[in-house]
Each structure stands twice: as C-alpha cells, then as structure tokens.
C-alpha cells in the first residue's frame, strides 16, 4: 500500500524528467489511486446498460420512426417530425417497398433489463457520491469558478480541444465538472422519468410525472431527444479520452491506478 | 495481506450466505404475494420479474387516466389484423347475435353468455388510452362490463390467481392476474365513443385493460377460463405474446 501517494506529494514529484526525489521510488514506478472501486464498477455497468438501451432503443424506435407532442399521436395523426427509414410495421407509411424484421419482443425484453441495471447502478453511484464525499471533492466546482468570465475563459479552452496536460489526469476541470452533474442529476433523471411516463401502469401510479412532461407522446419525445443528448455525450466523452491518452486514462477507469511513466507527453 | 485476505475470504464467503439465503427468501415471498410473472425464468426473467414486482406494488389498487371528452382522438388507428375467417363472417352476418362467450375452469356456475346477456349487465364507461408496444396512442371512451361482474357471477372460487381469455385470433390468447382481472376499469368492452365497438377495433368483444399495452387487449374475445396456474397453457409462460418474444406482463 505504500505506492499511495498523498495528495500534497503529488505536484512536487510530477517533475518531467521523472527523477526520483528523496528516497521515495523512481517516477516511473509511482502508480496511485486515481478513481475508487465503487466508481470504476459503476462506470463501466453504466457502460454495459447504456450501450444495451441504445441498441434496444433504436430497434423499438424502428417499429414507429414517428414522434408527436402532447398525450396521443399514430399513423392517422400528422407527426411533429418522422424519420424517412424503413420501419419494422407494414402499417406505417415510410415511402419503402419493404418492411424490416421485428425485433422488438427481445428489445423491449433487454430495454428494461437494462435500465433496472441503470437505476439500480446509477443508485448506489449516487448513494456513494453523497455519503464518500465523491460529489464534494471530485464533481462540484469552486464557487469561485462560477463566474461569468471564468465560465467564458473554460468554455473557450474547452473549444479548442487541446492535448490534457499530464496533471489534469488527476482531477477533473471546470467543464468537465459541469457536464458530468449536468448528465447524472439532469439528463439520466430526465431519460429515466420520460421512459417511465411511456409506461401506462406507472402513469395510473405515479400521473403527475406524464403532466410534467406534457403527455404520453411529449414524455416519448423528450426520451428520444435526451437519448440523442446522451449519445452526443458519450461521442466527445470518448473523443476527449483518446486526446488525452486512451491507455492511461482507460487504464485508469479499470485498474484504478494512474501509470504515469505511460502518460503520453 | 494474508491475514486481510483472510478475513476478506470469510467476510465474503459469509456476505455471499447472507446474499443468497436472503435472496431465496425473497423469491418465496414474492412467490407468495403473486409479485413473479411467469416468463420469469431466461435471460430477460431478471428484470422481468422486478418490473412486475415494482408496477405491482405500486399500482395494485392504482387507476388508469381518465380524459376528457374534448380528448378523444379522432383519428384512432388499429393494427390490421388477419383475415378472420369463414364463422367469423357468418357470425358478422347475423349481427353478431350467436356469438357466446364461454365461462370455465375454477368456477362454481360455469357459464356461457350471449352479447344480449351481456348488454344486460351493469355497465362501464371510461375515456382511457390505449398505447402500443410499438409506441403510437388514441384515446376513446370505451363501454362494456366489468370483468370482475363476469368474475362473480360464475362463482369464480378463492383459488383462483389467472383468467385466461381465448379470441377468434387462435395465436392471440392471454392472461391477467387479479389485480388486472378485478380492476374496476378492466372491461369486457362492448362499445367505442357510443357506438358498438367496430370489428377493426376488436369488436363485438374485446378485453379492454387500459392499465397495460395493446397487445394484452385482445380482441374477438370468445371464452374466460379461470385458473390456479399458467403451466397447462401454451408453453406455459401465461399466454401468446412470449411465446413469440414479448413480455407476458405490458405494464411497460
């Protein structure tokens, strides 16, 4: 255990040349805990399910690449937008000669699986950020970043996509900050309840849920369009990941341990 | 480390005990209160299963929406369905006026009724939804008799935890707990937006449960069974739409 580094150590021995410093062992050994346990599971479990709900979703969205707003809306109904692909039901009109296989028996079945695995996952990631700290220390920005012209200067940094430097492996910056709360307390939350609101047995239960969202078809719609947010997400997520180093940083997700002699530079 | 390793091995070792003895526990009690569907069991039973438990016990006593009238679509759609064949005709001929349906199974009067007979009975009307699997809506006022009137009528006996419906769709037969099968708004549906329930819409008969998906509202309804367990229908998994890859319970 003795490869754990303090904090306060960190910076002092992040030198480039990688030279030990008093007795403690050579950089390139220096290996230490980047993120918890409890983190790496649930991340790579968001994974899994995520990945399963987007295929599943978009094989349920073929069975009726139409949207609506408010609480009904079918193939008698002018749509609010469609997508000209071919659908897997002969009844909707799509312009094609040809009706693609349903697949939506074994979608709708591994959809719900999947979002159980979520939830379920998403609850003990939030259960853990409240109660270790994890939120405080690593997701929630200084006050003091918050202002306009901060926000502005990270924000225009952001945009330029730059190679990470070596040091921001070890925390997360201003904007990654606040994509990250944006995806876990708004965009999951949104996508989980407007899911929920397509289910008629929950919205017996639980009817002010489907009123927030405007109707059966809005909840259906805003599900369609936070999963697209959720996507774009995952691109840049990804996209930001191999800028700053796929091996280490994904290493990291798995082992836990930040390498740094394999950092790129 | 050996000695953490130790006890992490007995910590572990006895958290996994408690993990599945619990776990077993769990699964008697869900048993016991009605809370496993029975396509439980494949790759899918796991979150099968908490979906049923979960809407069942928050929706037991839970009421579908009702709309207002200036709501009801009017554009309803409904899926086409196959040809329905020769009696199907002759019975639409005549006006409908031989078509029956069966009552069996756990039954103290076993029964059979006529859609006069049925006309009799006290009556339900309620503006609901009905949403498909595949993600499209309408609303309509539907009008027919309470299921559970049915229900009482033939003595259904204390046993009895499924009613298994059967259509003129041969591959198209169902079931409902009774949760479903005794719900107020649950109807053998007669009538749509006060006509007679039109036969694109299942009519003369439809079971119409407008807590679950289309697909559990099976039209042309022509016999009721009432019954302890699923295991002698079909492949035993509750009713048609497992067996052809979708879930026996379309609360979802």
């Not at chain 1, 979703?57 to 692909?85: K, Q």
């Not at chain 1, 070596?166 to 996508?191: C, D, G, H, M």
């Not at chain 2, 449960?209 to 367990?229: A, H």
Request: positive net charge; aromatic residues 12%.
């Amino acid at each position: 255990m003795s490869d754990i580094l303090p904090i306060s150590s960190r910076v002092p021995l992040a030198t480039d040349n990688g030279a030990a410093i008093g007795t403690l062992p050579p950089l390139a050994e220096v290996r230490s805990q980047r993120h918890s346990a409890t983190v790496r599971a649930t991340h790579w479990l968001t994974t899994l399910a995520f990945l399963a709900l987007l295929v599943t979703g978009v094989e349920i969205l073929i069975s009726h690449p139409r949207f609506y707003w408010g609480e009904t809306g079918n193939v008698n109904m002018t749509p609010l937008f469609s997508f000209h692909i071919p659908s897997s039901r002969g009844s909707v009109p799509t312009g094609y000669g040809y009706v693609l296989p349903d697949q939506n028996g074994w979608s709708r079945y591994l959809h719900f699986q999947s979002a159980w695995l979520l939830v379920l996952t998403g609850l003990v990631y939030v259960a853990y950020g409240i109660f270790k700290g994890h939120f405080r220390r690593n997701l929630f920005p200084d006050a003091a970043d918050l202002s306009p012209g901060r926000l502005a200067k990270a924000i225009a940094a952001q945009l330029h996509f730059r190679r990470p430097s070596k040091e921001s492996a070890w925390s997360y910056n201003l904007i990654q900050r606040l994509t990250y709360l944006l995806v876990i307390f708004v965009l999951f939350p949104i996508i989980i309840l407007t899911g929920l609101s397509m289910s008629p047995a929950f919205n017996s239960a639980f009817p002010f849920v489907v009123a927030i969202f405007g109707g059966r078809q809005s909840a259906r719609t805003l599900h369609f369009f936070a999963s697209v947010l959720l996507v774009i997400f995952l691109l840049v997520h990804v996209f930001m990941v191999f800028l700053a180093g796929f091996r280490t940083r994904v290493g990291a997700m798995i082992t836990g341990r930040l390498t740094r002699s394999k950092e790129r530079t | 480390m050996n000695k953490l390793t130790r006890r992490k091995l007995i910590m572990t070792g006895l958290a996994t005990a408690a993990g599945a003895g619990g776990l077993a526990v769990a699964a008697k009690l869900a048993a016991r209160y009605g809370l496993i569907p029975p396509d439980a069991g494949g790759l899918y039973g796991a979150g099968e299963t908490l979906t049923y438990a979960a809407q069942r016990l928050l929706t037991r006593h839970s009421m579908a929406r009702e709309f207002a009238p200036n709501q009801i679509s009017t554009n309803p759609f409904a899926n086409p369905v196959d040809p329905l064949g020769d009696e199907f005709k002759h019975l639409q001929t005549g006006g409908f006026m031989d078509w029956r349906l069966s009552v069996d199974g756990m039954a103290a009067h076993p029964a059979s009724f006529s859609l006069t007979e049925l006309k009799t009975f006290p009556s339900h009307t309620q503006i609901t939804m009905n949403g498909c699997e595949e993600g499209w809506t309408y609303i309509a006022e539907w009008t027919g008799v309470p299921l559970s009137h049915v229900l009482n009528l033939v003595g259904a006996l204390p046993e009895v935890r499924y009613v298994v419906y059967r259509s003129f769709q041969t591959d198209w037969w169902d079931s409902l707990d009774m949760a479903d099968a005794l719900h107020p708004q649950t109807l053998l549906c007669l009538g749509m937006n006060g006509r007679e329930l039109p036969v694109e819409f299942g009519g003369p008969l439809r079971m119409r449960v407008p807590r679950q998906l289309g697909y559990k509202n099976v039209k042309y309804i022509t016999k009721l069974t009432l019954t302890d367990s699923l295991k002698s229908f079909g492949k035993g998994l509750g009713s048609a739409s497992p067996e052809g890859g979708y879930a026996w319970y379309a609360g979802i």
